[in-house]
C-alpha cells in the first residue's frame, strides 16, 4: 500500500529552470494538496484539488500552476524557479472524512 | 488570516507525560489533527478528532478539544527518546467544495534521557 507517492525526492534547479514535482496517491481521495514546509513557517498551502478536474490557489500560489491530470495524479509545476522557491514539498491527499496523508516531501534547491 | 498557534518548543526527561497545546483559528473546523514529522521525514498522523468529541484517546495519545477556546492539547504518556519530533497541530477548515488543512507552526519536542 503506498498511500501518496513523490516524485523527485530531492532536486536542484539553476534560477530561471522550470520543474514539475509528480504525486500520485492510491487511495481513491477525491482532494488533494500541495504544501511547502520552511524553517519557522510550518507548512503553507499552495494550490489543491477538491476534485478531479477542479483547482484553487491556497495561501501561497504565486510562482506555481497544478494540474489534476485524474484521480490519482496532483502535479506542481514551476515555470521560472527562483532562489525563493527553495523548500521542501508535500503533496497530500484526503477522503470524504477524516484522514489526510503526506508523501514522503521533495527537498528543492533554486541556486 | 489567522494562525493555528503552538508553543515551539518542549522538554521533558524520559518516562515523563508530554502535553503539547494548541489553539485553533475556525470554530467551523470538523476535524482536528495532530502530525508527527522526525527530521527529514514526512508528516505522519498520529490522531485526530472530530469536533463533536471532547476526548480521543489511543493507546500513549489523549488528545483534548474544548470547543469554546478553540484549544486541543496532545498528551504522550510515558515519554520515550523515540518521540522526540516536530509535532503539528492542523484544523480541516471547510471551503470552495473541499477541505483545507491549516497547520501550526510545530512543536519541537526534545526528550532528555
Known amino acids: 500500500n503506498a498511500g501518496v507517492t513523490q516524485t523527485p525526492k530531492f532536486q536542484v534547479l539553476k534560477t530561471g529552470q522550470s520543474m514539475t514535482l509528480q504525486c500520485a496517491q492510491d487511495m481513491n481521495h477525491n482532494s488533494m494538496y500541495w504544501y511547502r514546509q520552511d524553517p519557522g513557517m510550518g507548512l503553507r498551502l499552495i494550490y489543491y484539488s477538491a476534485s478531479e478536474g477542479t483547482t484553487d490557489k491556497g495561501e501561497v500560489p504565486n510562482g506555481y500552476n497544478v494540474s489534476r491530470l485524474n484521480k490519482r495524479e496532483f502535479s506542481l509545476r514551476l515555470e521560472s524557479a527562483a532562489p525563493s522557491q527553495t523548500s521542501v514539498y508535500f503533496c497530500?491527499?484526503?477522503?470524504?472524512?477524516?484522514?489526510?496523508?503526506f508523501g514522503q516531501g521533495t527537498r528543492l534547491t533554486v541556486v | 488570516g489567522e494562525d493555528v498557534e503552538q508553543s515551539l518548543f518542549l522538554s521533558v526527561r524520559e518516562g515523563d507525560s508530554s502535553v503539547i497545546n494548541c489553539t485553533y483559528t475556525d470554530s467551523s473546523s470538523t476535524y482536528l489533527y495532530w502530525y508527527k514529522q522526525e527530521p527529514g521525514a514526512g508528516l505522519q498522523l498520529l490522531t485526530y478528532?472530530?469536533?463533536?468529541?471532547d476526548m480521543k484517546q489511543d493507546q500513549r495519545l489523549t488528545v483534548l478539544l474544548n470547543k469554546k477556546d478553540k484549544h486541543l492539547s496532545l498528551r504522550i504518556a510515558d515519554t520515550q527518546t523515540g518521540d522526540s519530533a516536530i509535532y503539528f497541530c492542523a484544523e480541516r477548515r471547510p471551503g470552495a467544495g473541499s477541505y483545507q488543512l491549516t497547520f501550526g507552526k510545530g512543536t519541537k519536542l526534545s526528550v532528555i534521557p
Open positions: 478528532i472530530f469536533s463533536n468529541m
Open positions: 497530500a491527499s484526503s477522503g470524504h472524512f477524516a484522514e489526510a496523508f
